[in-house]
T-cell receptor, first 111, second 114 residues
Framework: GQNIDQPTEMTATEGAIVQINCTYQ??????LFWYQQHAGEAPTFLSY????GLEEKGRFSSFLSRSKGYSYLLLKELQMKDSASYLC????????????FGRGTSLIVHP | DGGITQSPKYLFRKEGQNVTLSCEQN?????MYWYRQDPGQGLRLIYY???????QKGDIAEGYSVSREKKESFPLTVTSAQKNPTAFYLC?????????????FGQGTRLTVV
């Protein structure tokens, strides 16, 4: 199985930049996903990384280093609506290609 | 529009009762999943299915059962054997295999034991 570690909670100011880290241990890495989840709602897909490097999508970027078992989600120009939980999920070949989720990072954006 | 639908949104169960949570998708996805989410925890996998009439246990399958008689449907039954069923249940679906095959989630069912 995978061990996935994320910070439990982070706070940031509106308009600022925040970086949410995710570390993982897996034997057959086959992709890493980031999801956003507002309280009481379904997670929604943000990004996917399978090769090393940075993937940019508007205000959100995600980075992966497979050798270090490390990813981060970078949120720029923070808005109040970005207050949510951010879930890191890792897919493993040995696990039937089923993604395993971390506990999530609760991000609080304040004015 | 294509999507994945869970029902009901809220469900109350008495001690000792079985309840069934519905999950339907029209995305033509082969894979479907059930996750449980508790406060302060991530999503924990209960069961998954990658083909009709076949399913596999996840990390916390005890006290739950599923069926996959149709590609579109993957209902979850919470049995009386599940000792702590109060939680938020999420159903998801995806295409199979490698690549950018992200999971699409239903809106969730919040189950409360009364």
């Amino acid at each position: 199985g995978q061990n996935i570690d994320q910070p439990t909670e982070m706070t940031a100011t509106e308009g600022a930049i925040v970086q949410i880290n995710c570390t993982y241990q897996t034997s057959g890495f086959n992709g890493l996903f980031w999801y956003q989840q507002h309280a009481g709602e379904a997670p929604t897909f943000l990004s996917y990384n399978v090769l090393d490097g940075l993937e940019e999508k508007g205000r959100f970027s995600s980075f992966l280093s497979r050798s270090k078992g490390y990813s981060y989600l970078l949120l720029k120009e923070l808005q109040m609506k970005d207050s949510a939980s951010y879930l890191c999920a890792v897919r493993d070949r040995g696990g039937g290609y089923i993604p395993t989720f971390g506990r999530g990072t609760s991000l609080i954006v304040h004015p | 529009d294509g999507g994945i639908t869970q029902s009901p949104k809220y469900l109350f169960r008495k001690e000792g009762q079985n309840v069934t949570l519905s999950c339907e998708q029209n995305l033509n996805h082969d894979a479907m999943y059930w996750y449980r989410q508790d406060p302060g925890q991530g999503l924990r996998l209960i069961y998954y299915s990658q083909i009709v009439n076949d399913f596999q246990k996840g990390d916390i399958a005890e006290g739950y059962s599923v069926s996959r008689e149709k590609k579109e449907s993957f209902p979850l039954t919470v049995t009386s054997a599940q000792k702590n069923p109060t939680a938020f249940y999420l159903c998801a679906s995806s295409t199979l295999g490698e690549g950018d095959t992200e999971a699409f989630f239903g809106q969730g069912t919040r189950l409360t034991v009364v």
